[in-house]
């Protein structure tokens, strides 16, 4: 049997100490395979994106294991935390992060520079990146030139570019129209079809069902997990949450 890319084992997150301390994520375990798409849902404060910046290395645990494609994150230093994220993982944040004064193919090519690759080799990347979201046309523009829409899906093509063997996705589709968020969910699941372990937030059931399994969160603990083959309905009804 093979080793899932991602295991996440018994981890809290608290936030704050005493009687202020807040508990984000309450002994959570999840692992997720190569090849993998695992969609999180539940209500707002729920722990949803403190699970992704954890499973990312954005954040450290109060307690529990986080383990990515064989490294153990909760041990590394940030240096290497930084490493790791930069070579193997993809993030896609809900307000885009892209630097103003680079353009759509720069902010792209730019993790694959600052691990040595040539420029010239780094856009070219980038550009067959934009070409797989159908932004060719945007490789030269800077982001104050671009719509919401096109922010998020450079940040996108930005997550999957290079040898990234994790992706994670904070409600990736929220400034997008259903056509277009369509169709970068299905840029997402085909990487994952190619190998890829992806870990993806929303609050939509439409969305959640491209991946290959449903985790629902209520204060920080996972109430249910399932394969969409059950129906997301059952899922979302045996969570006690009303979509």
């Not at 190619?194 to 937030?201: D, N, P, R, W, Y």
Request: net charge negative; aromatic share 2%.
């Amino acid at each position: 049997m093979s080793t899932p890319l991602v295991v996440i084992d018994g981890v809290t997150r608290i936030h704050g100490s005493g009687p202020t301390a807040v508990t984000a994520l309450d002994n959570v375990s999840l692992t997720i395979e190569a090849g993998e798409l695992v969609a999180v849902m539940g209500p707002s404060g729920s722990g949803k994106s403190t699970l992704l910046n954890v499973a990312g290395g954005l954040d450290q645990p109060t307690r529990g294991h986080v383990i990515v494609d064989g490294d153990e994150l909760t041990t590394m230093t940030p240096r290497e935390l930084a490493v790791m994220r930069r070579r193997r993982m993809g993030f896609v944040f809900q307000d885009y992060n892209l630097i103003p004064s680079l353009t759509a193919a720069e902010n792209i090519s730019l993790p694959l520079e600052l691990d040595g690759e040539r420029a010239r080799g780094a856009r070219r990347h980038a550009r067959a990146a934009l070409d797989l979201l159908g932004l060719v046309e945007l490789a030269d523009r800077y982001p104050d030139a671009m719509s919401g829409g096109q922010q998020q899906r450079v940040a996108i093509a930005r997550a999957l570019v290079g040898g990234r063997r994790f992706v994670l996705a904070d409600e990736p589709t929220g400034a997008l129209d259903s056509h277009t968020g369509e169709e970068v969910l299905r840029v997402l699941r085909e990487r994952c079809n190619a190998g890829v372990a992806g870990l993806l937030v929303t609050h939509e059931a439409r969305h959640a069902a491209w991946a290959d399994r449903v985790i629902f969160l209520r204060d920080g603990r996972i109430v249910d997990s399932t394969g969409v083959d059950r129906g997301l309905e059952d899922l979302l009804e045996s969570a006690g949450h009303t979509p």
